[in-house]
């Protein structure tokens, strides 16, 4: 058993570098614990995750993310060492549905304090014409997301989500239903950590209030826009463009590497010309191929939307929040905001 106990050195180096920051503000009672021992050990399965355990954690949590700055989630595999790590969490936090390996490890792992974020918000089926989900058919088999969407509806004619199993997992797009999961986190690291409860929740209140203000700018700057159609080489963004009042067109599915078929994009020209869409969207962390191809082709211009799955130097932003605002400029300038 103590072998297990040497596994995750990064989740103990990582909890090292936050507990010396922390260390300056501590009492010297707390010194004496050694700057972690009493810090909460939390697992995050990636960046959307990992933000919401840092910003409501605050200097009581040492987080870990699973998924590296830079590697799309969706393709995640993950080594012993990490799977180990979780095993060793006190709270892991994580969105089931995007990474099938981390549900597995999950499952496994026993861990007590697990939340997973789809249960703190309501989850919905995106259909094709906001979000064109499942154009992306064999790409998403191969990565196996969503199987059980797959399984139900095996034949078909590519437009796949059904009622059944098809719920689309890029909530935290959405600032208001972010700013659910993140009272849900809030909430539930309070029940893990009694003892540091006022500060859980303070930090909770300061970025809902913050989710809150990026949700207004969103509302404010969409408002009046000569097209409500954006194109977008991942289908990411369903719930955001339910929130305001946009459609999203896919070119592929869920998953940002497949491959549209020609019909597809074909059928994005059409719509390019009869909505009066300006801008193909490409994200950060995948190819921009399909995009630059469709744009060529189409003579429409490409810009980035980013998904906001990882945070790397390519990033618009150094956090979620700038990111976010990054993401509102790109999409006032493809639309027509006036």
């Known amino acids: ?5 040497l596994i995750p050195t990064t989740a103990v180096a990582g909890a090292v570098v936050l ?3 922390a260390l300056s503000a501590c009492s010297t009672s707390d010194a004496a614990d050694g700057g972690n021992g009493d810090k909460l050990k939390v697992t995050a399965s990636f960046y959307p995750m990992q933000f919401l355990a840092e910003r409501i954690g605050g200097e ?6 699973l998924t590296k700055p830079g590697v799309e989630p969706h393709d995640l595999e993950l080594t012993p060492r990490q799977i180990g790590s979780i095993s060793e969490s ?22 007590k304090n697990t939340v997973d974020a789809a249960t703190l918000t309501t989850l919905e089926n995106h259909g094709s014409e906001v979000s064109g989900h499942d154009h992306g058919h064999e790409g998403e088999e191969e990565h196996g997301h969503e199987e059980e969407a797959h399984e139900e509806h095996s034949e078909g ?3 796949n989500h059904g009622e059944e199993g098809g719920a689309d997992p890029h909530i935290w797009l959405d600032p208001v239903k972010y700013a659910e999961v993140a009272k849900g986190v809030g ?10 409860a006022a500060d859980y929740k303070k930090n909770t209140d300061a970025l809902v209030a913050e989710l809150g203000e990026l949700n207004t700018a969103y509302e404010t700057g969409l408002k009046n826009t000569s097209t409500k159609t954006f194109i977008t080489t991942h289908s990411a963004f369903g719930y955001l463009a339910e929130r305001y009042g946009l459609t999203q067109q896919g070119i592929a599915g869920i998953d940002p590497e497949a491959e549209p078929s020609p019909a ?3 059928e994005i020209h059409t719509i390019a010309e009869k909505e009066k869409a300006t801008t193909v969207f490409f994200e950060t962390l995948a190819s921009d191929r399909t995009a630059q191809t469709l744009a060529k082709d189409t003579g429409l211009k490409t810009g980035v939307l980013d998904p906001l799955e990882g945070i790397t ?8 929040i700038e990111v976010m605002e990054s993401n509102l400029a790109a999409l006032q300038k493809a639309l027509g905001a006036k």
């Open 1 to 5: 058993m103590n072998v297990r106990r």
């Open 19 to 21: 507990g010396l920051t």
């Open 60 to 65: 009581h949590v040492a987080v870990t993310s």
């Open 90 to 111: 006190d709270y892991v936090l994580y969105l089931k549905g995007i990474q099938p390996a981390v549900d597995d490890a999950i499952k496994q792992s026993g861990v």
């Open 157 to 159: 004619d590519g437009h």
């Open 187 to 196: 909430k539930s690291l309070e029940k893990a950590d009694p003892d540091h």
């Open 264 to 266: 597809r994009i074909q």
């Open 313 to 320: 130097k390519k990033s618009q932003g150094a956090d979620y």
